[in-house]
């Protein structure tokens, strides 16, 4: 579904990313990990087309280049780590926007357009704060909401930065848990930024660990998090032992490193 | 159904209840003044004005002329400066995603300004030069700003722009200042234009029109571009627009409207910030909505002002600029407080 090869990007002086490789197949979950400043949430702008690039981007078959900006985004949807959400906009309207793609420049959404951007709030349970103010939100409706209007895109991929950052553990866990259901009942391929190792290997079917721009590992998550590779690459003293299901769960280590 | 009932079907009755607020100010404003005649008179009257229909008001010559020729036509300026200004300013807060963004942000008004004491001082005496040196001059600031903002940083970038928009503003202003030395006895002049007039009769009134009509046009068509806009350039590129082209097209169709409305009625503050903030509280932040209100509202705004600046001391006249911000200020702060949200 998705592939890259080679991708560069230069921001300034610095290589940011540098010479990264990768294969994202259909339907799968792939968590880039990796520490602060490794590149992970600029990966998923260069492949969003949002910032310049080296090396080539294969969406499906085509390259990502030959895509304009609208056909792409009919492909990937993409929620950045803070989103900006407009306050006096309300839910339904700020979800609408998903439609973007499909609306010609200056015209007006359809009645189709309505009716997805209706569906997606009613699965994702917001049909009772269309309504509201986006502004009003709680931290996990606000989450639900950015995911309503990715999904509102009807893309078959979906790319999203840190999609748990500041929620509780209870709305982590909804949130991720809504992501693999939509995952499994549309055949969503995602691609998400994970700062929380356990919970990245406990979602995602691979890992891609990145460090200094560069790919240190990927593949499975019990390969990808290892004592050693963890150590190593985030400078940290962790213990790693398999769960209750077989994926590895990353303890801290006190006193170290 | 439930996508059937979404919450922006409410929109039309908003915009009817403005429109009916709007016709309620300018009948208002064609009555200020005149003791002896009734409200159900000039409506006739209205009525009668428009082709095709023909009704008798009742009202003698003298009174019709004085409807016709004074207050008609002031009561149209003032409604469609009105409506520009504050639609101007609710696309330069979309563009710059800035609250406090008005429609004089980007060096219009100092252009507009040194321009058109350029005029007074040094063309002293060629009539109407006024208006086309205050238009040139608030298109250049414009220009001004905009270039200098897109060479300083990056392009299609906001910060710089703004910045930019301050500097030009400045600089201009000290120019302004310094030319206007050369004739203090045109100081007056230069004041109460500053200071904004909408007494120009029909002339101003077709003047602008034009200006008016392709500007607001312009900006309509782009509420939905600005809606995508306010989640930032980066999420609205992944949906697929361009985010420069949006901006630069909104900010050329809000910077005509500021020029047209500037070079027929002076420096009218407060319209373009006050209007489409009360316009949001009221009726939600998509700029679909922002947009068509802020032009009624501000027209219904600044007929409501002129007419509160030529009774409130009658016989003289109060500047239009003053009654803006004399009213504009506190009434601005009554809503924010009505309107009070719970969470902000």
Redesign the interface.
Known sequence: MISAHGLSVRLGERDVLDGVSFEVRQGEWVGVIGPNGAGKSTLL?AL???VAHRGEILLGSRPSREL???????L???A?QT????????????A???R??Y?P??G??S?HD??V???V??RLDL?AL??R?V??LSGGERQRVVLARALA?EAPALLLDEPTTALDLGHQQQVLELVDRLRRTDGLTVVTTLHDLTVAGLYADSLLLLTGGRAAAAGEPARVLTEELVGRHFDAHVKIEPGPDGRPVVHLVRGGP | ????A???RARPLWVVCALVVLAVSMIAALLGGAADISPWQVVLQVVDWLPLVHVDSGLAPVEQGLLYELRLPRVLVAAVVGGLLAMAGAGYQGVF?NPLADPYLLGAAAGAGLAATAAIVLLPSVAGSIPVAAFLGAVGGVFLAYTLGNTAGRAGGTATLVLAGVAVTSFLTAIQTFVQQFKVEELQRIYSWILGDVGGGWDQFWLVLPYAAVSAVLLL??G??L??L???D??A??????AARVRLMVLLAASLATAAAVAVSGLIGFVGIVVPHVV?RIA???YRIVLPLSLIGGAAFLVLADLVARTVIAPAELPIGVVTMFVGAPFFVAVLRMTR????
């Open positions: 702008k969003m087309g949002l304009k900006p609208r056909q792409r985004a009919r990937l949807a993409y950045p989103p900006a959400l407009p306050p006096d906009m309300t839910v339904f309207d700020y609408l926007l998903g973007t793609p609306i420049y200056l007006r959404e009645r309505r009716e951007t209706g569906s709030l009613e049909t269309a309504g103010r502004g009003e895109q | 159904m439930v996508t059937q979404g919450p922006s995603r068509l782009h939905r571009m809606d995508v306010s989640v930032g980066e999420e590129t992944s949906l697929g627009v361009p949001r939600g932040g998509s949200r719970a969470s902000t």
